[in-house]
């Protein structure tokens, strides 16, 4: 069966940087794509970004082109998401998601990463 | 950037009933509109796409309308473990934004 499975909950301070790991199994990992999407504390969701796993190629969103790097290792099949800068209203959780067909949906989510940024 | 508004914000309804939540897109997005159920403390799970495709494994309670810029979620007869927020995205282009989210709660 589909999994995504996100790396543990992360502290850091203002300033720092954080990476969140994603692990797909049960499915053709380069076959599909990987978005990021993230949702502070008793907020909505907000898309960060897309990255193909065939491809490597990347869209993100404007405000965070300039702090976020979306990577993939097709030998693990693993999907890396690298937000830097980071600031309080970072704090968030952050989940990794599956996007398949013409329609971008995201089938297939992970159990999201809780990140904090405290000084 | 496509901005996506649901309306209510939030609603109180009882098992059984019959409920209606609206999506709204600042320009046209075609069909490229998803539903996701979001439980507290858990991720989202996708129930609707292309505005009214059902998810695999989803109940047939839930249905999906609407094209261009208005679409609806609808929710025939209400179950218990239907009591959560619902978020629509547009996925038409990127950024791929959600609405602001309507939390449905037990009256």
């Known amino acids: 069966q589909v999994q995504l499975v996100q790396s543990g909950a992360e502290v850091r301070k203002p300033g720092a940087s954080v990476r969140v790991s994603c692990r797909a199994s049960?499915?053709?990992?380069?076959?599909?794509?990987i978005s990021w999407v993230r949702q502070a504390p008793g907020q909505g969701l907000e898309w960060m970004g897309w990255i193909s796993a065939y491809t490597a190629n990347t869209k993100s969103a404007q405000k965070f082109q300039d702090r976020v790097t979306m990577t993939t290792d097709t030998s693990t099949t693993t999907a890396y998401m690298e937000l830097r800068s980071l600031r309080s209203d970072d704090s968030a959780v952050y989940y990794c998601?599956?996007?398949?067909?013409?329609?971008?949906?995201?089938?297939?989510w992970g159990q999201g990463t809780l990140v904090t940024v405290s000084s | 950037d496509i901005q996506m508004t649901q309306s209510p914000s939030s609603l109180s309804a009882s098992v059984g009933d019959r409920v209606t939540i609206t999506c709204r897109a600042s320009?046209?997005?075609?069909?490229?509109l998803n539903w996701y159920q979001q439980k507290p403390g858990k991720a989202p799970k996708l129930l609707i796409f292309a505005a009214y495709i059902l998810q695999s494994g989803v109940p047939s309670r839930f249905s999906g309308s609407g094209s261009g810029t208005d679409f609806t979620l609808t929710i025939s007869s209400l179950q218990p473990e239907d009591f959560a927020t619902y978020y629509c995205q547009q996925s038409y282009n990127s950024p791929r934004t959600f609405g602001q989210g309507t939390k449905l709660e037990i009256k």
């Open positions: 320009q046209s997005i075609s069909s490229y």
């Open positions: 998601a599956r996007e398949t067909g013409t329609y971008h949906v995201c089938d297939y």
């Open positions: 049960g499915y053709t990992f380069p076959s599909y794509a």
